[in-house]
């Protein structure tokens, strides 16, 4: 073959500056990054470095003539660009050096080139004649396998549930009429009572299964038909029933849980007040017991002391009401009482007011109401009594002597509902991705001119970095949600401390999550995904209340960082001397790992894609933010400060250590669970998609680690140009991975995600 007229040096860089002039906007970072590659490339000569230099001149750009002879050049060489490659571009050129000349090694100042100006196969393989690894929607994986994986050992339980949803009482309505629309979801929470899925989390003897996991699955694939009604069936069978299961005994399980179960016992849970919300220790209402009429008189002191966005409200004919139980003159703290509100005729009782809270941003079909009571009596025997009692004397007793205790371990106990909005969240997110994604698959926008057909959107590397990495996250938090669940129901962890810590912080990082998903989705799909008949708009709404109840998400995670706090404190004082010295040795490794400047500066691909550098990246984190808050507290207190009024200012570090601790929790977890994978095609692919969510997370928090020094600029940069690459690389499986979600062909019902 005729070799060209350019030198066996200077003919590598040819591609180079094709992608560099394509949009003939070089830049002056651009045109820097290149001179320096040139200036410190050894196989250069003085007059191959002139004709590349001459070649940046942006007041003498190269002629139209000589742009079009490197096409020709490149074109005719018949070499294939092979997207999968670690350096495409530099090995695409290197390929091409050789068909004209022999040993034409590969270039590292071209790899310098490569990764600083973050070039991208999909920003430029229309340039050239590439050959992709896999097609762009690939069949190398089956999404029934995938959907089998995340069900787990609830397959069954999710398979029977999914073929329910078909039924045509789930069909959607677009109704916006609250009234019709808390009727048709009422409907549909009583049809699943009665199918016996209410009952699912109960004890065997009273028509459940004792399958709190599988309760959580299906919580999730509720979402995938209505907000409202996975709400509302939370409220009456979890909320309620839950209360009744977890915080009494015998008596009331006996009495409530079999009709509660089946819907024919409505009930909600009454603990937020209007002036109290998320501080249940501090809650007005009162539940004062009467020793000489044997009874418990429930009632609101204040204006704002009533119940207030309580779910099922006017529907109930019984609340389970949190309120402080007063015995004897003395507050023994807040506890459980079943309180009627209705008679048999859904008549209001004697003392009870119920108001509307009226329509609401979403959840319309839930009916939340404020609940006052004035002076009601109930018998005695409606406290649940499984941490507290009073005895045949009137007198109160308890187990648990510490008052502190036996709050958090009351509280605790309804922990599930928490991993509960959370799964409910992430169903929410999946439904839209899926909507979303299916969308970009078929919908086409712009081209080059040169092709007839425009490109999908789902092929622009814009879109594949907003969603894919959302994809990821969704896989990510689903099995933390499903092992959270298998510790809280792990009977012989009696102390659920930690699992309250875990919970709480997931349960915040994972709301936010589905929230944000859901509006990227939404942007995604342009003016479409804001009709309401595309369904995106609607669980927008339904999942933006997710981030505060349950629970406010800025005050669980509060509660998550001080759980980290205590467990700091028990491994610095457990041991004495000898804990101290492990510690500040750890701290102290940390530090000089960070400021190493290999380490720092470690931009390979096998590093970065190193689960053992995942884990140390997010570990450091929240040990450095757990060991940085500690020592300001400590000085504070030290001041002479009060602890409280110390929390208080470092509230935003706590803030900062508790997402640090769940996004790290969530991360380890998937590792694990990936790891036992047995089918390694399979277990490369989940690999990859951990991956993408451990780098994109370093990534979003990657000021944090440049001020640690922990990660050097060059480093940043790789991340970055990592993130965008493992998109590129999903892309092909990205319909698998969606369909894999399990979301059920007629719950897709958003027009925009059907096959045109």
């Not at 677009?174 to 016996?196: A, P």
């Not at 025997?381 to 008052?403: R, V, W």
């Given at each position: 073959m005729e070799k060209p007229k350019y030198s066996k040096a200077t003919l590598q860089y040819l591609p180079f500056f094709y992608v560099i002039w394509s949009d003939d906007l070089l830049s002056a970072s651009e045109t820097n990054v290149v001179k320096t590659a040139i200036l410190k490339d050894k196989s250069l000569s003085q007059k191959d470095i002139k004709i590349l230099n001459s070649w940046l001149n942006k007041e003498q750009p190269p002629k139209n003539e000589e742009f079009k002879s490197w096409k020709t050049l490149i074109d005719s060489s018949k070499i294939q660009l092979i997207e999968n490659d670690s350096f495409p571009l530099t090995l695409f050129s290197q390929k091409i050096g050789n068909l004209y000349y022999d040993n034409c090694p590969v270039n590292e100042s071209l790899k310098h080139i490569e990764t600083n100006l973050g070039l991208q196969p999909n920003h430029y393989n229309h340039l050239f004649s590439t050959l992709r690894d896999k097609p762009f929607n690939s069949k190398e994986y089956d999404s029934k396998i995938i959907d089998s994986l995340l069900k787990g050992k609830q397959t069954k339980a999710v398979n029977?549930?999914?073929?329910?949803?078909?039924?045509?009482?789930?069909?959607?309505?677009?109704?916006?009429?609250?009234?019709?629309?808390?009727?048709?979801?009422?409907?549909?929470?009583?049809?699943?009572?009665?199918?016996?899925?209410?009952?699912?989390?109960?004890?065997?003897?009273?028509?459940?299964?004792?399958?709190m996991e599988g309760y959580a699955a299906i919580f999730e694939n509720m979402m995938y038909v209505d907000g409202s009604m996975a709400i509302k069936f939370g409220v009456q069978f979890g909320l309620f029933g839950g209360s009744i299961q977890k915080l009494g005994t015998e008596i009331h399980h006996k009495k409530y849980l079999e009709k509660t179960g089946k819907a024919e016992l409505l009930g909600c849970f009454a603990m937020t007040e209007t002036g109290h919300g998320s501080n249940v220790r501090g809650i007005k209402t009162t539940a004062t017991y009467d020793k000489v009429l044997d009874q418990i008189i429930i009632h609101t002191p204040g204006d704002l002391d009533n119940k207030e966005y309580i779910g099922n409200a006017l529907d109930s004919k019984m609340a389970s009401v949190f309120a402080q139980l007063i015995v004897n003159g003395k507050n023994e703290g807040v506890h459980a009482i079943l309180v009627p509100l209705r008679d048999e005729n859904h008549k209001l009782l004697s003392g009870i007011k119920i108001e509307d809270n009226g329509y609401k941003l979403g959840l319309n079909g839930v009916d939340n109401g404020k609940i006052?009571?004035?002076?009601?009596?109930?018998?005695?025997?409606?406290?649940?009594?499984?941490?507290?009692?009073?005895?045949?004397?009137?007198?109160?007793?308890?187990?648990?002597?510490?008052?502190?205790?036996?709050?958090?371990?009351?509280?605790?106990?309804?922990?599930?509902?928490?991993?509960c909005v959370a799964r409910a969240g992430l169903g929410g997110a999946k439904k839209a991705l899926t909507i979303a994604i299916k969308h970009a698959l078929q919908r086409r926008q712009f081209n080059d001119n040169k092709k007839a057909q425009e490109d999908l959107l789902m092929d622009y590397p814009t879109h594949q970095l907003r969603l894919i990495p959302l994809v990821a996250s969704a896989y990510v938090y689903h099995i933390t949600l499903d092992d959270m669940m298998k510790q809280y129901c792990d009977d012989t962890v009696l102390d659920k401390r930690k699992v309250e810590t875990q919970a709480a912080g997931l349960k915040s990082v994972i709301t936010w999550y589905a929230n944000n998903a859901i509006q990227e989705c939404r942007e995604a799909c342009g003016g479409k995904g804001y009709l309401q008949e595309?369904?995106?708009?609607?669980?927008?709404?339904?999942?933006?209340?997710?981030?505060?109840?349950?629970?406010?998400?800025?005050?669980?995670?509060?509660?998550?960082?001080?759980?980290?706090?205590?467990?700091?404190?028990?491994?610095?004082?457990?041991?004495?001397?000898?804990?101290?010295?492990?510690?500040?040795?750890?701290?102290?490794?940390?530090?000089?790992?960070?400021?190493?400047?290999?380490?720092?500066?470690?931009v390979d691909t096998a590093h970065l894609y190193d689960s053992h550098f995942h884990i140390h990246a997010l570990e450091y984190r929240t040990r450095r933010l757990t060991y940085s808050v500690a020592m300001r507290i400590r000085d504070y207190i030290k001041k002479g400060m009060p602890s409280y009024q110390a929390f208080l200012k470092v509230q935003t570090h706590l803030l900062a250590l508790g997402k640090a601790y769940s996004t790290a929790l969530a991360y380890k977890k998937f590792h694990t669970f990936n790891s036992q994978i047995k089918d390694d095609k399979y277990a490369k692919l989940l690999n990859k998609i951990g991956t993408l969510y451990a780098l994109q997370e370093i990534r979003q928090d990657a000021s944090w680690y440049l001020e640690q020094g922990y990660i050097s600029g060059t480093k940043s940069k790789a991340i970055r140009q990592r993130v965008e690459r493992l998109c590129t690389e999903l892309r092909p499986h990205i319909n698998v991975l969606i369909d894999g979600f399990g979301v059920p062909e007629h719950c897709v019902n958003a027009p925009i995600a059907r096959k045109i």
């Open positions: 029977n549930f999914r073929e329910e949803l078909s039924f045509p009482i789930f069909k959607r309505s677009l109704s916006r009429d609250k009234s019709i629309h808390r009727k048709k979801v009422l409907e549909q929470v009583s049809f699943l009572g009665e199918r016996g899925y209410g009952a699912m989390a109960y004890p065997k003897e009273y028509g459940g299964k004792n399958d006052w009571f004035n002076q009601v009596a109930v018998p005695k025997e409606n406290l649940l009594n499984k941490y507290g009692s009073i005895d045949s004397k009137g007198n109160y007793f308890s187990n648990i002597k510490n008052p502190n205790k036996r709050f958090f371990t009351m509280l605790g106990t309804l922990v599930g509902g928490r991993i595309n369904t995106i708009g609607d669980l927008k709404n339904d999942v933006d209340i997710f981030t505060t109840f349950e629970g406010d998400n800025n005050v669980l995670l509060l509660l998550a960082a001080k759980g980290v706090l205590s467990e700091f404190k028990t491994e610095f004082n457990s041991a004495g001397f000898t804990s101290v010295l492990k510690l500040l040795s750890m701290q102290i490794n940390d530090k000089i790992t960070s400021i190493n400047p290999i380490y720092t500066n470690k």
